[in-house]
């Protein structure tokens, strides 16, 4: 006999050596939290982000090394009707004495009026780091309070970048608390539910919950390789929830079926980690393939994301396959107490005749359609799934912009008032140029002249009173304009500003200078290049997914047909979840039903993301399912009855783990901002036409259709032929009745 495979010997040493493993772990777990803290965090900056050339437009103006301290704003407005000029001069003298003397004030500007005279705005300088402004704005905005109450025939209120940023981190922070807080008890309910039993529901959550502990530490460590962004740490957090509990889930399960049938605790775990073991390490290969794929964008936030899913994804298949059985060992039937009663009864394995588990009730009649009529089946399901993927090749890509921030705070409701009332505060280009010092003067004059034919186009705001505001670098050489358009950051018209300033407007004035240099940026040229980079880099990325995840199926199942058949099963449930998203999010009928304003586009970094993650998790339950089936084929079963006995024998963790995963997805679509909505739908809705229409209809379905093709291989792929196993599995469900 052959050497057991390294992940039964991996189990065994760790069932007979529990506490050595359990030791391990969490001292492994310990440091790398603990080295990872001690490291430090190296956080990507503005020039690892540059995409495009409105990634070049910021490094230009990052080059002139500008002072630009952070500016709120005081705005005075009327409750009603006309403003009160004497009342909001009042309120302006007022604010601004209060204001000269808080700490943090640098320069209280002066006052500056609408062109309608429907507003007055009040320009506040603060002092210190940019960066923290926000969480040093509090004192102002008290004193402004202090104004309003002063002077209640006018509205006062606080309104600019510190002053957002300060009540969208006092939302968004509530909303992210508000789900981390969530996540654990709707996980720990869901497994309570699928197991019946306190402490094997909660070992997948304690082993998850580690393994993100540990993978957060190993990032820190990495993002001195590969800078960190603010989305990593809550990409582990998600990622690693939901394969931390599905391995556990597959390898727990399958030891219980095991000592369900009479199985010794060591057998049991030894069985598990030949099969489900086995399947956790394709699975987890899978998705960081598929995670890998993320490097190739060439984009600092994409690789951030990448390198922490990866290391999370890999300390958790680390974790299922030591410290789980060592913990299953210790425990032994333990870890089915205490039982929940009625849940108990439900859901506990259970052997019918011959030993074999008995078949569940409903699964049976869900394959009946596709074992009996495949070829109808297959067309029908298949046909749903294209209908519902066919939206996506009308998808729009964009980035969220002010408009798309919600409205709940004051200081959001002040800033749609402010941009009311001064155009220019809103939607700006803002145009870099570099050029020699000695050309700086002509520099100026073309900026100018560009500034006064933008202020003619309908297209553009007008110019303030007191003329175009060009800054210009101590040295010189870099000149930066701001072109405001009154129109939102996502309305076609911003685009076309963008696009006539881009190609006209700007090489006509500044392309004859000597050695200048220039681009056009701000929010909408962020955007637009941002969905241009994914466009670009979607095809490479799926490409290299596709290939390295077709070999890896062919080397774990040593065929070809499951190999292909796998990849194109998942492209079409991502193309169902991009289909999905278009159809919700990008006309406004469920605006009401899920809480949001559609932006008419979907978020520009969501494609990407979506398909590398969903492709990934995906393969969690294809993997699983695949190897239950190929067990009935190994152990001489037909292939109708292999089909069933893999289907039905997994359907249960399948279930249970895409319930973990839609349940945890669907609270971030609770969250406020358009992103997060987007983000946790689509999850959500692709994990349940995965787990559901995918598995259930379509997979069986075609291999049904495909019959001893579904194994077909090249002679040099091709097994050996392996001898009988010892426990062969149970017949097919359909031929075994439920009494």
Same mark, same amino acid.
């Given at each position: 006999m052959g050497s057991?495979?390294?992940?039964?010997?991996? +189990?065994?040493?760790? $069932?007979?050596?529990?506490?050595?493993?359990?030791?391990?772990?969490?001292?492994?777990?310990?440091?790398?939290?603990?080295?990872?803290?001690?490291?430090?965090?190296?956080?990507?900056?503005?020039?690892?982000?540059?995409?495009?050339?409105?990634?070049?437009?910021? %490094?230009?103006?990052?080059?002139?090394?500008? +002072?630009?301290?952070?500016?709120?704003?005081?705005?005075?407005?009327s409750r009603g009707g006309a403003l009160d000029q004497a009342a909001a001069k009042a309120a302006a003298d007022d604010a601004t004495a209060r204001l000269r003397s808080v700490t943090g004030?640098?320069?209280?500007?002066?006052?500056?009026?609408?062109?309608?005279?429907?507003?007055?705005?009040? !320009? *506040?300088?603060?002092?210190?780091?940019?960066?923290?402004?926000?969480?040093?704005?509090?004192?102002l905005r008290d004193a402004t309070a202090a104004v309003q109450g002063a002077h209640p025939q006018v509205r006062v209120e606080q309104v600019g970048g510190p002053s957002i940023g300060q009540a969208l981190d006092d939302t968004l922070g509530k909303d992210f608390k508000r789900a981390e807080l969530l996540s654990l008890p709707v996980t720990l309910a869901i497994l309570i539910i699928a197991f019946g039993a306190l402490i094997a529901a909660?070992?997948?959550?304690?082993?998850?919950?580690?393994?993100?502990?540990?993978?957060?530490?190993?990032?820190?460590?990495?993002?001195?390789?590969? !800078?960190?962004?603010?989305?990593?740490?809550?990409?582990?957090?998600?990622?690693?929830?939901?394969?931390?509990?599905?391995?556990?889930?597959?390898?727990?399960?399958?030891?219980?079926?095991?000592?369900?049938?009479?199985?010794?605790?060591?057998?049991?775990?030894?069985?598990?980690?030949?099969?489900?073991?086995?399947?956790?390490?394709?699975?987890?290969?899978?998705?960081?393939?598929?995670?890998?794929?993320?490097?190739?964008?060439?984009?600092?936030?994409?690789?951030?994301? +990448?390198?922490?899913?990866?290391l999370v994804v890999a300390v958790a298949v680390t974790g299922s396959l030591t410290v789980l059985p060592a913990l299953l060992a210790r425990l032994g039937r333990w870890v089915d107490?205490?039982?929940?009663?009625?849940?108990?009864?439900?859901?506990? =394995?259970?052997?019918?005749?011959?030993?074999?588990?008995?078949?569940?009730?409903?699964?049976?009649?869900?394959?009946?359609?596709?074992?009996?009529?495949?070829?109808?089946?297959?067309?029908?399901s298949v046909g749903l799934l294209l209908a519902l993927a066919a939206p996506a090749l009308g998808m729009k890509l964009k980035f969220p912009g002010m408009e798309d921030l919600p409205r709940t705070t004051p200081a959001m409701q002040a800033y749609d008032r402010l941009t009311a009332a001064f155009p220019s505060t809103g939607t700006n280009h803002v145009v870099a140029v570099r050029a020699p010092a000695e050309q700086a003067d002509r520099v100026r004059a073309a900026l100018t002249d560009l500034a006064g034919r933008a202020a003619g186009d309908p297209l553009f705001a007008p110019t303030e009173a007191d003329g175009?505001?060009?800054?210009?670098?101590?040295?010189?050489?870099?000149?930066? %304009?701001?072109?405001?358009?009154?129109?939102?950051?996502?309305?076609?018209?911003?685009?076309?500003? %963008?696009?006539?300033?881009?190609?006209?407007?700007?090489?006509?004035?500044?392309?004859?200078?000597?050695?200048?240099e220039y681009a056009v940026g701000g929010s909408v040229a962020d955007s637009e290049d941002y969905a241009a980079h994914v466009r670009s880099t979607l095809p490479l990325v799926m490409g290299f997914v596709l290939v390295l995840t077709f070999l890896v199926m062919v080397l774990t199942f040593r065929s070809v047909v499951v190999a292909a058949s796998s990849i194109v099963l998942n492209l079409l449930s991502a193309g169902a979840a991009y289909g999905l998203l278009v159809l919700v999010f990008q006309g406004d009928w469920a605006e009401? %039903?899920?809480?949001?304003?559609?932006?008419?586009? *979907?978020?520009?970094?969501?494609?990407?993301?979506?398909f590398v993650v969903l492709f990934g998790l995906s393969m969690d339950y294809h993997v699983f399912v695949v190897s239950r089936i190929r067990e009935g084929v190994r152990a001489g079963m037909p292939n109708r009855d292999a089909i069933s006995y893999g289907i039905t024998s997994s359907a249960g963790v399948v279930t249970s783990a895409?319930?973990?995963?839609?349940?945890?997805?669907?609270?971030?679509?609770?969250?406020?901002?358009?992103?997060m909505k987007q983000l946790g739908i689509g999850l959500a809705a692709a994990i349940l036409l995965d787990a559901t229409i995918i598995r259930g209809v379509?997979? !069986?379905?075609?291999?049904?259709?495909?019959?001893?093709?579904?194994?077909?291989?090249?002679?040099?792929?091709?097994?050996?032929?392996?001898?009988?196993?010892?426990?062969? !599995? +149970? =017949? $097919?469900?359909?031929?075994v009745p439920v009494p």
């Open positions: 057991r495979p390294v992940t039964v010997r991996m +189990a065994r040493w760790s $069932a007979e050596h529990p506490w050595r493993a359990i030791a391990l772990w969490v001292v492994f777990v310990a440091v790398c939290f603990v080295g990872g803290n001690a490291a430090g965090l190296n956080e990507a900056t503005s020039g690892d982000q540059a995409i495009g050339e409105a990634g070049r437009a910021g %490094l230009i103006v990052d080059s002139g090394a500008f +002072a630009d301290p952070a500016v709120d704003i005081v705005l005075i407005t004030v640098a320069e209280v500007g002066q006052p500056v009026s609408a062109r309608d005279g429907s507003a007055l705005l009040l !320009p *506040i300088t603060m002092s210190g780091d940019p960066e923290t402004a926000s969480d040093r704005v509090q004192p909660s070992v997948p959550v304690l082993l998850a919950l580690s393994s993100v502990a540990a993978a957060m530490g190993l990032s820190t460590l990495a993002s001195h390789l590969v !800078p960190a962004t603010d989305t990593t740490s809550p990409v582990i957090l998600l990622i690693g929830m939901a394969v931390g509990v599905d391995y556990s889930l597959f390898y727990i399960r399958r030891e219980r079926e095991e000592r369900a049938k009479g199985r010794s605790g060591l057998d049991a775990v030894e069985i598990a980690a030949e099969t489900s073991g086995h399947a956790v390490v394709v699975s987890g290969f899978a998705v960081i393939i598929a995670m890998a794929g993320l490097l190739l964008a060439g984009d600092v936030v994409f690789s951030s994301l +990448a390198v922490g899913s990866i107490r205490p039982r929940v009663p009625l849940l108990w009864r439900l859901t506990a =394995p259970r052997t019918g005749r011959h030993g074999q588990p008995r078949a569940p009730r409903l699964w049976p009649a869900v394959l009946r359609p596709a074992l009996r009529a495949p070829v109808a089946t297959l067309v029908i175009p505001k060009i800054q210009v670098s101590a040295d010189r050489r870099v000149s930066v %304009l701001d072109v405001a358009t009154p129109y939102s950051s996502r309305d076609d018209r911003s685009v076309r500003s %963008l696009e006539r300033l881009r190609a006209d407007l700007v090489p006509a004035e500044l392309r004859s200078i000597p050695g200048i009401g %039903l899920l809480g949001f304003t559609s932006m008419g586009a *979907i978020v520009s970094w969501l494609p990407l993301f979506l895409a319930i973990v995963m839609v349940g945890v997805f669907s609270i971030f679509a609770t969250l406020s901002t358009i992103d379509v997979l !069986p379905a075609l291999m049904t259709l495909l019959g001893d093709a579904n194994w077909w291989a090249p002679r040099f792929l091709r097994e050996r032929p392996a001898s009988a196993p010892a426990d062969p !599995p +149970a =017949p $097919a469900p359909e031929l």
